[in-house]
């Protein structure tokens, strides 16, 4: 039975997914490593055991790379949503753009289409 408890004692497999119980600031959080070794590739793989993220409202949490991934993929969906906003108004300054082009073009279409007919 000593030995079920002691196998049960790490119920993840990276030390760093471990909650601790004693309360925690964000600063002690945020330095937190989940993961930090090189993988198969050669490349070194480092995970934050949390993730800092600030809220408009002001609100700043500390969310666990496991137990709170699915309010992660929440905000960085909001993140994307919010930088597809502010880059959508560039885009409506390029379709001006073209369309001012395209005027310039009929234009000269027609002028170059009188110049044809008084010639022939």
Known sequence: MVGYALSRKHL????????SKQPQTIEEKAKQIAV?????????IKVPTYF?????????KALHHV????EISDAIRQMHFEEEE???GGKQIEHELNLTGLILILAFFLMTSIVLVGIF
């Open 67 to 70: 137990r709170d991934a699915r």
């Open 36 to 44: 930090d070794v090189p993988d198969i590739t050669g490349d070194h």
């Open 86 to 88: 502010v880059t959508s």
């Open 12 to 19: 993840t497999v990276n030390p760093g997914d471990i909650i």
């Open 52 to 60: 800092i993220v600030k809220y408009p409202n002001g609100e700043t």
